[in-house]
């Protein structure tokens, strides 16, 4: 599933991995108290392991393994991961996979290879979408919420503009889905376009 080799893949701006090592080392020192004590609560909730891995294909269709805080159990959304999910908590230990070169701390959501397939993603035509690294969150993860296509035209976007203030106002959104829930933050930047 890995693009031609011959395909060169650079940065979207210069100091964009400098910037996501450093972002990850305070991300990591931040939210690494509040990870412990969610994953108590999680293994309280429902005696399971906190954590959930999973394969997702990331810049030049590499898979790697993606670190998140399992919200599910038994096939249904647990009442504290319903809250993990609205607050983007789960989302916090991909800060790991920041740290091993897998992601970036903004691009576009890491999928999976059923996800790829389902999208009709697995063409050449949206190899652009491949051609940087996923990331924890990105424009499709705070604006979607509207289907496939805009999600798609969301990624195309950022693929093709990334800059450092996109990667600001992307993580200063983030930040504000921490504290006040994802749908009060999409109604604010939907209000703001």
Not at 11 to 33: M, N
Not at 114 to 134: E, K, Q, T
Request: overall charge positive.
């Amino acid at each position: 599933m890995r693009l031609d080799s011959s395909l060169q893949y650079e940065e979207t701006y210069t100091g964009k991995r400098a910037l996501d090592i450093l972002g990850a080392c305070v991300g990591c020192a931040v939210y690494t108290p509040l990870l412990a004590v969610i994953a108590i609560a999680k293994l309280l909730e429902d005696g399971a392991s906190p954590f959930f891995l999973q394969v997702r294909i990331g810049k030049g269709r590499k898979p790697f393994t993606a670190i998140k805080i399992r919200t599910m159990h038994e096939g249904r959304i647990t009442p504290f991961g319903a809250l993990l999910r609205r607050t983007g908590l789960d989302e916090a230990p991909q800060f790991v996979n920041v740290l091993k070169g897998e992601m970036s701390i903004v691009g576009p959501r890491p999928l999976t290879v059923y996800d790829i397939h389902r999208l009709g993603w697995n063409v050449r035509d949206v190899d652009w979408r491949f051609a940087v690294r996923p990331g924890i969150t990105g424009m499709s993860q705070l604006l979607a919420g509207r289907g496939v296509r805009y999600s798609r035209r969301l990624d195309r976007l950022y693929a093709h503009s990334a800059s450092l203030a996109l990667d600001a106002g992307i993580i200063v959104s983030s930040l504000a889905v921490n504290s006040f829930g994802k749908a009060r933050v999409r109604r604010w930047l939907s209000r703001q376009r």
